[in-house]
Structure formats: C-alpha cells, structure tokens
C-alpha cells in the first residue's frame, strides 16, 4: 500500500492532500478532516487499514501542515467558511458519494457540511453540533496563540496530553505529542475560533443522509450529553449510529484506527 500526496488549487489556496489510492467502493469515497491545529496525518493508520477496501482522501486546510494560509498568513475562523472551503475541495477533486468523516473540530464541522452540502453519509467521531460561548476568558487564550511571546507548543502541551485516553498506545501517544511540536498559532486560533459559540443544531433536521457518532469515552473535553444533543436533533437523517469506545480519547482515529475503521465498516456496510 502506498500513500501518495499532491496539490490542488482550491479557492485560489495551495491545498495538500494524501490518498491510500483505495478502490472504488460504492458505498462512497471517505474524506477526512483533521483535528484543530493538526494535517492529514492523522489519517495514516486508517487509510492502511482500509487501503483494500475504501478509497480515503486527507486534506490539510489552510495554513495547516502543507497547505498555504489565507492572505495575511492566516486559517479560517468562520465555520461556513470552513464548510464552504470542504466543499470546494470534494468538488476540485472530483469526489462522487463524499462520505465526510471528521475528529475534534473537524468532527464539529461534518454536521455543517452534512447539513448543507449533499454527502452521502456523515462520521463525526469527538465532535458536536454545538458548543457553548466560551466568555472573555477564552477569546483573551485564543488571542495569545499568535503573539509572538507564546510558545503555541508549549502552552498546548499538558492539554493535548489530558486528552489521551488511558488505552492510547505508546507510539500513537508520542506522534499526537509530535503533533503538538508542529502546531502554527495562527491556524490553530483560527480552528479554536470556531469552537466559541458554535452552533448549528437548528439545522440538525436538514441532515438526510446516515450517520455514524464515535466517542472515546476517555475524552473529558467532549462529554456525552453532546452527543445526545445531535441525536435528538437529527430527526430526518436515514438512520443514527451512537458508539462508545472506552479507555480511548480525544484523538481516536490516532489512539485506535483498528476500532475506528471497524464501526465505520459496519456502519457503511448496513447502509
């Protein structure tokens, strides 16, 4: 199996991405999206194990691992920005039967996009439809991500690491940690700029398509009752999909990508 990577031009951005060159599956073509302040990499794991079976595409968004920033050096802080930008790509890449699938801020994000563009099925895997207004507090952490007197890494660090779960194996430990090392400020206040106030649960109800929500119960961040939220809203999706996996967390489809792409398999497979 081998990985490949290439640029496309997207809304007139410089856009990385990777593919497993996995086979056509007519259940569809799995496009990722990373967590905040990370890249494609993440998806590695998956696209190996599913490199038979599913073709899988990973993009980096702007200004994020090999993508360019927008002008003035920047990433996208609005989340139909970051929707549309999503869109645009599936569309430049020529993707037919997106299966959109997404962790962290990218997990938040598929239900935007599921809400407003026509995939064919959505996996929002420690993400919500909605998360409350952080305050002053929040805005002012934000703020200080690109001031040139803060260490990103550092002041991120004991963070990213609460967020392993207690089964994350070593070395998918240390390669979230080397995440950490690599993260730019400015692309991830721009991913934690969407998290304040974000909220798209009444559009839940335009989500057609099925949909599959994964939770490391590890994952203090990202609590149950999120999840709920969306189930109750998504009244019109085919069918809804609720799985727990313990002792995982925050990053799941780096902890566990054997886990992941086994419930995304049943999932698709049943739909």
Known sequence: MTITGGYVMVDGIKTYYETNNGPHNPKGTIVCLHTAGRESRQYHGMMEIFADKYNM???????????????????????????????????????????IIGCSVGGNMVYHVAETYPVKAMVSMQGSPKIKAMGTAYGTTVDLLDNPYVSCQ????????????????????????????????RAKKADLSIYNNYDVTSELGQITCPCLLIRGEDDWN????????????MTNAKKVVFEKVPGYGHFIIVEAPEVVCEL???FLQDT
């Open 222 to 233: 990202v609590p149950e009752h999120y999840y709920h939220t969306a189930i109750e809203g």
């Open 154 to 185: 550092h002041s991120h660090w004991d963070f990213s690491e609460s967020l392993c779960g207690k089964k994350c194996p070593p070395e998918a430990h240390d390669f979230i940690m080397w995440g950490v090392c690599q993260e730019c400020g």
């Open 264 to 266: 995304i398999d049943n």
């Open 57 to 99: 595409v990973a993009f980096d968004m702007p200004a994020h691992g090999k993508t360019w920033p927008l002008p003035g050096n920047v990433g996208i802080g609005d989340y139909k920005e970051y929707g549309k930008f999503v869109w645009d790509f599936i569309q430049v890449m020529n993707i037919e039967d997106p299966i």
